[in-house]
């Protein structure tokens, strides 16, 4: 083919090939190893390389003899550790959720009813912290929240204690870190829902002679309900599966189920059953994940 | 609650939550300049952890090689991203949309342990199978990085096309042009601040992923995230506090500078619509 002929097919076809280049990505990048990841759970973990055995095997001639093995998830289940580290990780990262909420949502409606300039600033501030490392602003809490470390240093200087609380590694250091991190992900999303409201509304209620607290409830909640959705959403779902707060700010003390999913990949190479305690996770999150990609395509449309 | 009251209550949230996020990386930085090597004691004011940290050689290449990976990712995941934001938001009904438009939401909120350990287990699949990837490094950090990345550009790529009225593009239609020249002359220009955007996301979503990169790299190749992980692991270190440091500064005025840009453009525009109005 010429060059002008490829370029003709390309003018009549780009639509397909426009289409086609990221989704034959994410086919194989993104889909095709979920399957990999389940097949992998139904293995049988072994010493070799790659530690799991196939399996499909092809016994005498073209009899096709497929073993699957339900024992890695029902090792899950009977595991009082796994069912403990789930149940932990749901509460944290439900709690968590709840406290950027009660935190975000002030935050985000006190910026939309500022002025245009201090508006801009505002929402620079929050959206500065979003683009430094995140593994970096939790080390910040590791320095704050130490024995030796500045909060400590602090109360000591001021007589409030005599000697070091302890606060780094605890259940209290991680829903410190998780808030942190993750309370700019619960502001953007209220923010952009609660800039497209129409105010007036708010007013007529009043004029009407609503008390504040049923404006709030009756108006205020509802209108902004997509974006409470997207924001928690959007907190909650990575939460759950996170590892670097819990192992660095919660040590060998708290339970989470992306510690335990690493450290079963990583320290006891039994890839069979990460597989199964990704697929668990993946199990327990569709259902949020659903529910995100709902309001997700919801507020694309109403544009 | 009468409206002083009110506002009072909205001001001070707003400064406790501000304060909560900015006093810790302040202190990071205190802290860099602290001469003593137990980072919260102070021992006077030192730049002694900066010298430290430009003479480790292990920085520098953790630092190059993050770098390579964040602006390869940045470049594929732009193209990537804003293919995949057209056909959502241009291209109507087609077959497989929704499992499409799945794919493009999934990753934003997909744990990244699942997405490392899934990511990892199709390369050793593929190497089993074809012989690639032979090994695990600069290749399969940056393809990790794009999957993720493209899906954060398709986002902005999606929301700028769907505030954007289609006025333009249908005029150029009606004067004769071919829609593939459409695209060319018309839409992308107009999306080609979104796509700086997402160009600057991806950049910075690569240069922080610690999990995803830790799963699908091999021996040898050491990212700054990786590298700085394992020092902090067993505690406070005064060079990662250099190290953060600096960081934090170069994304603040990476920031601060996109944003006076961005600001001045708009209002440029504000004036040149008064401008006609008045005429």
């Known amino acids: 083919m010429t060059l002008q002929g490829i370029s003709r097919s390309l003018q009549r076809n780009w639509k397909s090939v426009v289409v086609f280049i990221p989704f034959f990505w994410l086919l194989i990048f993104f889909l095709a190893p979920f399957f990999i990841v389940f097949k992998i759970s139904l293995s049988e973990a072994t010493i070799a390389s790659p530690p799991f055995l196939p399996m499909i095997n092809w016994v005498d001639e073209g009899v096709m003899h497929i073993k699957l093995v339900f024992d890695n998830f029902a090792y899950l289940w009977e595991d009082d550790l796994y069912v403990k580290t789930y149940i932990s990780s749901l509460k944290i990262s439900s709690i968590s959720t709840l406290i950027c909420l009660l935190i975000g949502y002030p935050m985000a409606y006190a910026i939309v009813r500022s002025s245009q300039t201090r508006k801009n600033i505002l929402l620079m501030l929050v959206i500065l912290p979003f683009w430094t490392s995140f593994l970096l602003r939790v080390y910040a809490w590791m320095g704050l929240l130490a024995d030796q470390g500045t909060i400590n240093n602090l109360l000591i200087a001021i007589g409030l204690i005599d000697e070091p609380i302890r606060l780094l590694y605890s259940h209290f250091a991680v829903y410190v870190g998780i808030v942190y991190t993750y309370l700019p992900f619960m502001i953007l999303p209220l923010y952009a829902n609660m800039e497209k409201l129409d105010w007036t509304l708010l007013e007529a209620a009043e004029d009407l002679g609503a008390r504040p607290a049923t404006t709030f409830l009756t108006v205020t909640v509802p209108m902004t309900l997509p974006g409470i959705i997207a924001g928690s959403l959007l907190v909650f779902i990575p939460a759950t599966g996170e590892y670097v707060i819990p192992d660095l700010l919660g040590g060998g003390n708290v339970l989470m189920i992306g510690r335990i999913l690493y450290n079963e990949f990583n320290a006891n190479v039994d890839w069979p059953v990460a597989s199964a305690v990704a697929i668990a996770l993946l199990l327990v999150l569709v259902l949020p994940m659903m529910l995100y990609q709902h309001v997700q395509g919801k507020e694309t449309e109403s544009k | ?279």
């Open chain 2, 1 to 279: 609650m009468n409206n002083g009251k009110k506002s009072r209550f909205l001001f001070t949230v707003t400064c406790f939550g501000l304060a909560f996020l900015y006093i810790p990386m302040l202190m990071l930085i205190v802290y860099s300049f602290n001469y003593s090597k137990l980072v919260p004691v102070w021992g006077g004011f030192s730049t002694r952890w900066y010298g430290v940290l430009f003479e480790s050689e292990e920085v520098w290449r953790a630092v190059t090689l993050s770098l390579k990976i964040a602006t390869v990712n940045a470049c594929f995941a732009t193209i990537l991203g804003t293919l995949a934001g057209l056909a959502l938001v241009r291209f109507g009904q087609f077959k497989g949309r929704t499992l499409f438009s799945g794919m493009i939401t999934a990753p934003l909120v997909m744990p990244e342990v699942i997405t490392g350990l899934s990511l990892l287990l199709l390369f050793i699949t593929l190497k089993e199978f074809i012989g690639w990837p032979d090994k695990r490094g600069f290749t399969t950090i940056t393809i990790a990085h794009i999957t993720f990345s493209m899906a954060y550009v398709a986002v902005i790529i999606q929301s700028r096309l769907a505030g954007m009225a289609q006025d333009l593009e249908e005029a150029a239609q009606d004067l004769g042009a071919k829609p593939f020249r459409v695209l060319t002359d018309i839409t992308l220009p107009l999306i080609a601040p979104g796509m700086l955007a997402g160009w600057l996301l991806s950049f910075t979503l690569s240069l922080d992923d610690l999990i995803i990169a830790s799963f699908v790299s091999g021996p040898g190749a050491v990212t700054l995230p990786m590298l700085i992980y394992s020092r902090v692991r067993l505690g406070l270190r005064p060079d990662i506090n250099a190290l953060a440091t600096i960081i934090i500064l170069v994304v603040a005025i990476g920031v601060l500078l996109a944003a006076w840009i961005m600001l001045r453009q708009q209002k440029q525009r504000q004036l040149e619509l008064q401008m006609s109005g008045e005429d």
